[in-house]
T-cell receptor, first 113, second 112 residues
């Protein structure tokens, strides 16, 4: 079945450095790719998303890139801060067919002060 | 305020004792889903519903039931809970033609 692979599972960076999390999806029909941030004990919160007709999207310190040919998308966080520490999930969604979100397994990001 | 509400937030029960986790949304969304979250496995879909009286299995439906008698409510039923259903559960909803999915606050279930 469809799946989304996410790497790395854990990532530690120094405050101020950049962090990159990568995901690969299998369903060619996927056309929407959200990223969620989940703080301890909280619900997943959407932080940025990208549609398949766009190659890159940026929102302040956060950016997402998409390579449809390679079925690959990435989250980039620049100038990391301690409050960026959380678990990040990528997902792939198709607006046709199954209408299912397929989530990656998550990346625990630790920003060291 | 637009929201997805789950109850209870925390639940400890024993094997075999039927339980229901409620989920309600006030956004008139057509699509609703239940997920379970386990360490290292991410969010896995249990069941989803595309509208009233329309439900379908997700990736891990065994041991769960759902119903969608009203548009706003989508309860998750565990007829005979087992310890392997100990998990963090999230309900989510999405409007038709919309991509963004909204999550409830989560229900942490422990089955002893």
């Amino acid at each position: 079945g469809e799946n989304v692979e996410q790497h790395p599972s854990t990532l530690s960076v120094q405050e101020g450095d950049s962090a990159v999390i990568k995901c690969t999806y299998s369903d060619s029909a996927s056309n929407y790719f959200p990223w969620y941030k989940q703080e301890l004990g909280k619900r997943p919160q959407l932080i940025i998303d990208i549609r398949s007709n766009v190659g890159e999207k940026k929102d302040q310190r956060i950016a997402v890139t998409l390579n449809k040919t390679a079925k690959h998308f990435s989250l980039h966080i620049t100038e990391t801060q301690p409050e960026d520490s959380a678990v990040y999930f990528c997902a792939a969604f198709s607006t046709s067919g199954t209408y299912k979100y397929i989530f990656g397994t998550g990346t625990r990001l630790k920003v060291l002060a | 305020e637009a929201q997805v509400t789950q109850n209870p937030r925390y639940l400890i029960t024993v094997t075999g004792k039927k339980l229901t986790v409620t989920c309600s949304q006030n956004m008139n969304h057509e699509y609703m889903s239940w997920y379970r979250q386990d360490p290292g496995l991410g969010l896995r879909q249990i069941y989803y519903s595309m509208n009233v009286e329309v439900t379908d299995k997700g990736d891990v439906p065994e041991g769960y039931k759902v119903s969608r008698k009203e548009k706003r409510n989508f309860p998750l039923i565990l007829e005979s809970p087992s310890p392997n259903q100990t998990s963090l559960y999230f309900c989510a909803s999405r409007g038709q033609g919309q991509n963004i999915q909204y999550f409830g606050a989560g229900t942490r279930l422990s089955v002893l």
